[in-house]
């Protein structure tokens, strides 16, 4: 839970992580999709998404754009303790590995993703994708691109700027 930065140790600020997982309640994507953040800290989260019959693939399994989504969502989480304030990140790349069908409208998947790497503009993030026996169905790897989205005159349009202070300086 703790980063370094410098010679300062940061900690995320547990109210700040608690509004913003709350915030994330009402993405019109996490909605539709039936995720929810489950868990988040300086360098892991948690996701889970309660599946859909509609998220069929036509085949009886869940289509596996669904499953990439979840992925996509998890890892930005895993990365968001390393973002500065005025920092957000996009997908460069994801890789998936496909284990295990799941079945929509009848699973409960859960994706956990760790930080692996942060660099200057690139943050390198691993997932995995249980079912809710503790199946892996899903592994993957993200690229993430880092940057000032809002540094500058763009301060007043991040979304997050009515949060309490993202980090607790130790």
């Given at each position: 839970?703790?980063?370094?930065?410098?010679?300062?140790?940061?900690?995320?600020?547990?109210?700040?992580?608690?509004?913003?997982?709350?915030?994330?309640?009402?993405?019109?994507?996490y909605q539709m999709l039936g995720m929810h953040v489950v868990q988040m800290d300086?360098?892991?989260?948690?996701?889970?998404?309660?599946?859909?019959?509609?998220?069929?693939?036509?085949?009886?399994?869940?289509?596996?754009g669904m499953v990439a989504s979840l992925l996509d969502t998890v890892v930005w989480?895993?990365?968001?303790?390393?973002?500065?304030?005025?920092?957000?990140?996009?997908?460069?790349?994801?890789?998936?590995?496909?284990?295990?069908?799941?079945?929509?409208?009848?699973?409960?998947?859960?994706?956990?993703?760790?930080?692996?790497?942060?660099?200057?503009?690139?943050?390198?993030?691993?997932?995995?994708?249980?079912?809710?026996?503790?199946?892996?169905?899903?592994?993957?790897?993200?690229?993430?691109?880092?940057?000032?989205?809002?540094?500058?005159?763009?301060?007043?349009?991040?979304?997050?700027?009515?949060?309490?202070?993202?980090?607790?300086?130790?």
């Open positions: 839970n703790i980063l370094r930065k410098g010679l300062v140790m940061r900690v995320l600020n547990p109210e700040h992580c608690r509004l913003l997982m709350e915030m994330s309640e009402g993405i019109a994507s300086m360098d892991s989260a948690t996701v889970e998404m309660h599946t859909k019959s509609e998220m069929d693939n036509g085949s009886g399994i869940m289509h596996g989480w895993a990365a968001y303790g390393s973002f500065e304030v005025e920092e957000d990140a996009v997908t460069l790349s994801l890789n998936i590995d496909y284990v295990k069908p799941v079945i929509p409208g009848q699973d409960i998947v859960i994706a956990k993703a760790r930080l692996v790497r942060r660099g200057r503009t690139i943050a390198i993030v691993d997932t995995d994708c249980y079912n809710e026996k503790g199946q892996l169905v899903a592994r993957g790897s993200a690229k993430l691109f880092v940057t000032a989205r809002y540094g500058g005159e763009n301060a007043s349009k991040n979304p997050r700027a009515s949060l309490p202070p993202k980090f607790l300086e130790k």
